[in-house]
Nanobody, 127 residues
Framework: QVQLVESGGGLVQAGDSLRLSCAASGRTFSSAAMGWFRQAPGKEREFVAAIRWSGGDTNYAASVKGRFTISRDNANNTVYLQMNSLKPEDTGVYYC????????????????????WGQGTQVTVSS
């Protein structure tokens, strides 16, 4: 089992920045990649970004590319999501997830690829 705990969410204004953290514990060696997803009120959960533990390969949703940066700290089993130039449409609950594989982008964007999930952290961007 892998346990994931997100932190760093909050209420900000459009144009502001936030950094989310996801701390992984447990059988972290079984995880090959980490992802961030988000769910806005009344909408389905959607992919945001993913990163491979080994090598740091990344993958972003088009809606956040150039504004968000995913990174990892292998020594501390922590993944970050730096969010800049936030927009009201970025509002939602942000979840981190762990996957046992790293593969092609389309598969990494599918939430079914991920085996473990955190509880989520709320991000609200006001206009």
């Amino acid at each position: 089992q892998v346990q994931l705990v997100e932190s760093g969410g909050g209420l900000v204004q459009a144009g502001d920045s936030l950094r989310l953290s996801c701390a992984a514990s447990g059988r972290t060696f079984s995880s090959a990649a980490m992802g961030w997803f988000r769910q806005a009120p009344g909408k389905e959960r959607e992919f945001v970004a993913a990163i491979r533990w080994s090598g740091g390969d990344t993958n972003y949703a088009a809606s956040v590319k150039g504004r968000f940066t995913i990174s990892r700290d292998n020594a501390n089993n922590t993944v970050y999501l730096q969010m800049n130039s936030l927009k009201p449409e970025d509002t939602g609950v942000y979840y981190c997830a762990a996957a046992k594989v790293w593969t092609i982008a389309s598969v990494m964007r599918d939430q079914g690829t991920y085996d473990y999930w955190g509880q989520g952290t709320q991000v609200t961007v006001s206009s």
